[in-house]
């Protein structure tokens, strides 16, 4: 359920991640989160609904971010 009057801005997930505390550091309350499983699903999340994504660059350890896949 959207928060009223929220933008809603997807990031890599789940809380507590370093995508969601960089979210969290630069707009606080003025959005509502949306998790996302991976890379690709950020980026298919935006839309009207979702305008804005946040997604790591590179990990402070291996180095370069690439899209992850869940093994469920």
Known sequence: ??????????FLGPPGT???QAACSRFADSVE??????IPDVFSALSNETPLAL???ENSLPGCVRGRRSHA
């Open 18 to 20: 370093y995508s969601h």
């Open 33 to 38: 989160y949306y998790e996302r499983s991976s």
């Open 55 to 57: 997604i790591p660059q």
């Open 1 to 10: 359920m959207a928060i009223a009057n929220l933008p809603r801005l997807a």
